[in-house]
């Protein structure tokens, strides 16, 4: 009877309060980080819908008949600020920079089980709720609106998302979310979610395996060896173009930073001969000015030639060639991301004042609330949003699209503090209390 009153005090006590982070405040920058991403993530969700040629690689980008001087030069900000490749690469490496934190500090078997039995609670009740409202939205509001909203606004770049019919296609599109390990954006949950960006939540989850696998031989092994050997596991992800290359580029930062000081040597500088050093930043400026000039390049000189580096690849399951057969569609792992990414994390990494500047209440607050944002701006955009723009009858499209951005925003934030106070924060409740008690 102590356990069973043991447990459920406990449980009372998770349900009954947010979650407290598992990381320490000093690690506060890097949910701030994330908060970052979470801003950049509602303007590319807002502006794909309402001012898609202002979005970088977009269809009306592409086909640019319709753009005026604003959307270009917005155009160009974008691939720095709303870009959709870099936004949910630097989630899935975010992701593993983090997950294995609560291990580094607590190298034991308990630990790691826990992290790894709570993560897919933790995901799937949040993703079910959403895909859940979403369905139910729709089949009252009906689809045929966002269709009216596409032709009258000539936005080629959004989909009218997928019907859900029925309870058993709403229950393997939530299970296949968290089981398909390829063609990620290929499948019914995604392609039913407004913006069909569902499928990022599926790599994150299967890429939380491979730091799990990967991590554990990190108490047991030589720092040094480590490094060579996670570089050697970047490389041969690369060459056959799986997503473990950016997850284990996250894991291995969080190893250099936690158990070898790496931003202490880092600031000291890059040793060239003798006493000579190289600003480490100098390094990091050529890996992200070199990811911004491929971003620039495909964007402005030869957008036909974008998609040719991911020939650069092994072609696994059809050739002994190069990966000459790619589909466009589908999410790609690519060159020009990770540079950009590499660049700005290892600057963060090492940096105080960047630090200190994502560590501001604002992004820490977005950052905890990620997962909520990310489920709730879509819905949002794609219902209140069109519904207020096509109710309004301005002369000017850009006061109009002014006035849903500031509706939008506000509605997403109210929207996602309760989905967070009532889905989220119960999910992981609810993954701490399954856990202890099937230890009891």
Same mark, same amino acid.
């Given at each position: 009877?102590?356990?069973?009153?043991?447990?459920?005090?406990?449980?009372? &006590?998770?349900?009954? +309060?947010?979650?407290?982070?598992?990381?320490?405040?000093?690690?506060?920058?890097?949910?701030?980080?994330?908060?970052?991403?979470?801003? %950049?993530?509602?303007?590319?969700?807002?502006?794909?819908?309402?001012?898609?040629?202002?979005?970088?690689?977009?269809?009306?980008? %592409?086909?640019?008949?319709?753009?005026?001087?604003?959307? &270009?030069?917005?155009?160009?900000?974008?691939?720095?600020?709303?870009?959709?490749?870099?936004?949910?690469? +630097?989630?899935?490496?975010?992701?593993?920079?983090?997950?294995?934190?609560?291990?580094?500090?607590?190298?034991?078997?308990?630990?790691?089980?826990?992290?790894?039995?709570?993560?897919?609670?933790?995901?799937?009740?949040?993703?079910?709720?959403?895909?859940?409202?979403?369905?139910?939205?729709?089949?009252?509001?009906?689809?045929?609106?966002?269709?009216?909203?596409?032709?009258?606004?000539?936005?080629?770049?959004?989909?009218?998302?997928? &019907?859900?019919?029925?309870?058993?296609?709403?229950?393997?599109?939530?299970?296949?979310?968290?089981?398909?390990?390829?063609?990620?954006?290929?499948?019914?949950?995604?392609?039913?979610?407004?913006?069909?960006?569902?499928?990022?939540?599926?790599?994150?989850?299967? %890429?939380?395996?491979?730091?799990?696998?990967?991590?554990?031989?990190?108490?047991?092994?030589?720092?040094?060896?480590?490094?060579?050997?996670?570089?050697?596991?970047?490389?041969?992800?690369?060459?056959?173009?799986?997503?473990?290359?950016?997850?284990?580029?996250?894991?291995?930062?969080?190893?250099?930073?936690?158990?070898?000081?790496?931003? +202490?040597?880092?600031?000291?500088?890059?040793?060239?001969?003798?006493?000579?050093?190289?600003?480490?930043?100098?390094?990091?400026?050529?890996?992200?000015?070199?990811?911004?000039?491929?971003?620039?390049?495909? +964007?402005?000189?030869?957008?036909?030639?974008?998609?040719?580096?991911?020939?650069?690849?092994?072609?696994?399951?059809?050739?002994?060639?190069?990966? !000459?057969?790619?589909?466009?569609?589908?999410?790609?792992?690519?060159?020009?991301?990770?540079?950009?990414?590499?660049?700005?994390?290892?600057?963060?990494?090492?940096?105080?004042?960047?630090?200190?500047?994502?560590?501001?209440?604002?992004?820490?607050?977005?950052?905890?609330?990620?997962?909520?944002?990310?489920?709730?701006?879509?819905?949002?955009?794609?219902?209140?949003?069109?519904?207020?723009?096509?109710?309004?009858?301005?002369?000017? !499209?850009?006061?109009?699209?002014? /006035?849903?951005?500031?509706?939008?925003? /506000?509605?997403?934030?109210?929207?996602?503090?309760?989905?967070?106070? /009532?889905? !989220?924060?119960?999910?992981?409740?609810?993954?701490?209390?399954?856990?202890?008690?099937?230890?009891?």
């Amino acid at each position: 009877m102590n356990g069973w009153s043991t447990l459920v005090t406990k449980s009372v &006590k998770r349900f009954a +309060a947010p979650p407290l982070s598992s990381h320490d405040s000093k690690n506060n920058f890097l949910i701030g980080l994330r908060g970052f991403f979470v801003i %950049q993530s509602f303007l590319h969700t807002f502006l794909l819908v309402f001012a898609p040629a202002s979005v970088v690689h977009s269809a009306n980008a %592409q086909e640019g008949s319709h753009s005026s001087n604003l959307h &270009k030069a917005l155009k160009f900000v974008s691939i720095l600020f709303w870009n959709d490749g870099i936004i949910y690469s +630097a989630f899935i490496i975010l992701s593993a920079r983090t997950i294995c934190i609560p291990f580094m500090k607590d190298e034991t078997r308990l630990s790691i089980a826990g992290s790894i039995f709570r993560r897919g609670l933790r995901l799937w009740f949040p993703v079910a709720v959403a895909l859940a409202i979403t369905t139910s939205i729709f089949q009252a509001t009906g689809y045929k609106y966002l269709d009216d909203f596409a032709k009258d606004t000539s936005n080629i770049s959004i989909l009218v998302p997928y &019907k859900i019919d029925n309870a058993l296609i709403y229950f393997n599109s939530v299970f296949n979310l968290f089981w398909v390990t390829t063609r990620f954006s290929d499948q019914a949950g995604s392609y039913a979610f407004p913006g069909q960006m569902m499928w990022v939540i599926n790599v994150i989850y299967m %890429q939380s395996f491979t730091v799990y696998m990967t991590m554990v031989i990190i108490p047991y092994t030589r720092p040094s060896w480590r490094v060579k050997g996670a570089i050697f596991f970047i490389i041969t992800a690369w060459w056959v173009q799986s997503w473990a290359w950016y997850s284990i580029t996250g894991l291995l930062l969080a190893d250099l930073v936690t158990n070898m000081d790496f931003k +202490a040597k880092a600031q000291r500088g890059i040793k060239v001969w003798r006493s000579i050093t190289c600003p480490s930043y100098f390094a990091y400026a050529v890996s992200l000015a070199g990811g911004l000039v491929m971003q620039y390049l495909w +964007a402005a000189w030869r957008p036909e030639y974008r998609d040719e580096e991911l020939i650069a690849h092994g072609a696994l399951y059809y050739t002994g060639g190069l990966n !000459e057969d790619f589909d466009v569609k589908q999410p790609q792992a690519r060159d020009d991301n990770y540079l950009v990414l590499l660049g700005f994390f290892l600057c963060v990494e090492t940096s105080d004042i960047i630090q200190w500047a994502l560590a501001n209440p604002l992004f820490v607050y977005l950052g905890r609330r990620s997962l909520s944002w990310f489920l709730v701006q879509s819905v949002v955009v794609y219902t209140m949003g069109i519904k207020l723009f096509q109710t309004l009858h301005m002369t000017s !499209e850009v006061a109009a699209t002014a /006035a849903c951005f500031f509706a939008i925003l /506000a509605a997403t934030a109210v929207g996602s503090e309760i989905f967070y106070r /009532a889905v !989220e924060v119960p999910s992981h409740a609810l993954s701490y209390t399954i856990f202890d008690w099937i230890r009891d």
